[in-house]
Structures are given as structure tokens and as C-alpha cells.
């Protein structure tokens, strides 16, 4: 019997999206806190903290992200 391998960088790739997406549900439960409590929530985009709507984060979070540079 052979043991199936494992390509560490594909196993790399999947737990970085994993993390990605358990960051991502993280931040849209945030944004649903934020709304119920009718407050504004505090990100950093560029090293600047900026104070949005809930709203305005969760449209920022659908739109199409930008391929690194």
C-alpha cells in the first residue's frame, strides 16, 4: 500500500484561505453588532484608521479586492 502525499505548499494554500475566510466571518459578525448597536466600526485600511457604517463595510468586503502590486 502506498501512503497518499501531501504537497505542503497546497496544504499551505488551504490553511491560509481557511484563515482568510474565518477572518472574513469574523468580520462580518462584527459588522452585525455594529449595526444592531447603531455604531460605527474602527478599521485600519493602509496603516490609517478610518470610522465606517457597518453598511459601508460590509459593501467594501463584496467588492472586487485588488491584486497585490
Given at each position: 500500500m502506498s501512503t497518499p502525499t501531501?504537497?505542503?505548499?497546497?496544504a499551505t494554500d488551504d490553511?491560509?484561505?481557511?484563515?482568510?475566510a474565518a477572518l472574513t466571518?469574523?468580520?462580518?459578525?462584527?459588522?452585525?453588532?455594529?449595526r444592531k448597536a447603531?455604531?460605527?466600526m474602527v478599521i485600519t485600511v493602509e496603516?490609517?484608521?478610518?470610522?465606517i457604517s457597518p453598511e459601508e463595510y460590509v459593501s467594501q468586503r463584496q467588492m472586487?479586492?485588488?491584486s497585490p502590486a
Amino acid at each position: 500500500m502506498s501512503t497518499p502525499t501531501i504537497d505542503a505548499q497546497s496544504a499551505t494554500d488551504d490553511l491560509a484561505q481557511a484563515a482568510l475566510a474565518a477572518l472574513t466571518r469574523a468580520g462580518l459578525r462584527a459588522a452585525e453588532e455594529a449595526r444592531k448597536a447603531n455604531t460605527h466600526m474602527v478599521i485600519t485600511v493602509e496603516g490609517e484608521v478610518q470610522h465606517i457604517s457597518p453598511e459601508e463595510y460590509v459593501s467594501q468586503r463584496q467588492m472586487p479586492q485588488k491584486s497585490p502590486a
